[in-house]
């Protein structure tokens, strides 16, 4: 038989530098992530899922449910540990758990499966948890900052799909919460981002043929980053699109192509008592990786990946650099190249004897090469000179 159950151990560390251990207990399910588990007043609070476990092999698996449930210290048959002094079951039947987070004496889900619904729970009584309130809307949150002294929530996740139903990848999605009224929580506002260039032609980022975008912070909190003094959050975002073109210069073809990928820290102006969010700028990476493409459509180690605001400054860190813009004009302060990051070049193929790769320090270096049907291959420039520049659409997004 299969059993969904976690176990959990408490120590005490209010010596410093020593660890005492007291106690264990365990609970059915399993645990989405460090935020699904909380001590407050001598109580821990854990939310798990029963019930996904192995669910693609079995012909007729349990229903995924989620549950909160209550634990304290205390004796059993002479045995100390953490024994379980409530439980509340049952919660959001088939969905998923994509984020949780305790705020005093409430806990806050988010299930998903093709709408959103969020969850308040009481939990002033540890014996009692129980809901209060729920709001279902399209999308889906994957991280619940809590702020505005509680009574607000400030998330990040990915916006509902074609008519509300399932989620759209090609954005990622801030929303605003206001839970100031836990048994009535509404949506303040939302704001679907997209880090793809965009044009007069172009008003969906898959129209431009950027493909999904991505955020670190959608899945590490440490990504997720807010300045509640001004009331700023900055989230990494990045995408990329393949680039396809064939040009001619002096009886030559040359075929150009590859992934050409966007990194941005987006900065986000948040104004929880009014209920508004804008775009207050972006610090633009790109430029860190280089003018060429990626022969690779994977380019994980092109995003930014942590940002921190210090004094009248916001620094962003990616593989590539790292770059200080002023909060208040965003004007580029400073920028460094990390060492180790090899630039992207651009790929060209042409028919000749002699291949010619240009290296990252632009330094030609020619070699014999031959393609599988005996035609040479070339990538960089050429022996005589640097290769014609691509067309000016496929080597740059329009508006860029």
């Not at 949780?100 to 499966?113: I, K, M, N, P, S």
Request: charged content about 20%; overall charge negative; some cysteine.
């Amino acid at each position: 038989d299969l059993h969904e159950v976690t176990n959990i151990h408490s120590f005490d560390i209010s010596e410093s530098g020593q660890t005492t251990y007291l106690s264990s207990g365990r609970i059915n399910g399993t645990v989405n992530d460090q935020f699904s588990l909380s001590e407050y007043e001598g109580t821990i609070r854990v939310v798990s899922t029963t019930g996904q476990w192995g669910r693609w092999w079995m012909n007729d698996p349990e229903p995924m449910m989620n549950h909160v449930i209550t634990l304290q210290e205390s004796f059993k048959d002479g045995v100390r540990g953490l024994y379980e002094v409530g439980h509340l079951g049952g919660i959001a039947p088939g969905e998923t758990l994509w984020s949780a987070r305790f705020v005093g004496d409430t806990a806050y889900l988010v299930t998903f499966e093709q709408w959103d619904p969020l969850w308040t729970i009481d939990l002033s009584d540890p014996t009692n948890p129980r809901i209060i309130g729920e709001l279902e809307i399209p999308g889906v949150s994957t991280y619940i900052h809590p702020m505005n002294d509680g009574d607000s929530l400030l998330t990040i996740g990915f916006p509902g799909g074609e008519g509300g139903i399932g989620l759209d990848w090609s954005r990622t999605q801030i929303s605003l919460f206001d839970v100031s009224n836990l048994s009535d929580p509404t949506l303040s506002a939302a704001l679907p981002l997209t880090p793809g260039y965009e044009d007069k032609n172009c008003e969906d980022i898959r129209w431009c043929g950027w493909s999904w975008s991505w955020s670190e912070a959608t899945y590490e909190h440490k990504a997720f980053t807010y300045w509640d003094k001004n009331g700023l959050l900055a989230v990494p975002l990045s995408t990329h699109r393949y680039v396809h073109d064939t040009i001619e210069e002096d009886g030559r073809t040359y075929t150009y192509h590859g992934y050409e990928y966007v990194s941005k820290l987006v900065l986000v102006s948040v104004d929880a008592d009014n209920g508004v969010l804008s775009i207050y700028g972006e610090v633009n990476h790109s430029d860190l990786y280089g003018e060429g493409l990626s022969s690779s459509w994977w380019g994980g180690d092109i995003s930014i990946s942590r940002s921190i605001f210090m004094g009248d400054f916001v620094y962003s860190f990616s593989d590539a650099g790292i770059k200080v813009h002023n909060v208040t004009s965003l004007n580029q302060t400073a920028s460094i190249n990390l060492p180790g990051y090899r630039s992207l070049v651009n790929q060209y193929y042409f028919e000749d004897e002699v291949a010619v790769e240009a290296t990252v320090d632009g330094e030609d270096r020619e070699e014999e090469a031959k393609s599988d049907d005996g035609e040479a291959t070339s990538s960089g420039s050429s022996g005589s000179g640097d290769p014609p520049p691509p067309n000016a659409d496929a080597a740059e997004p329009d508006g860029a």
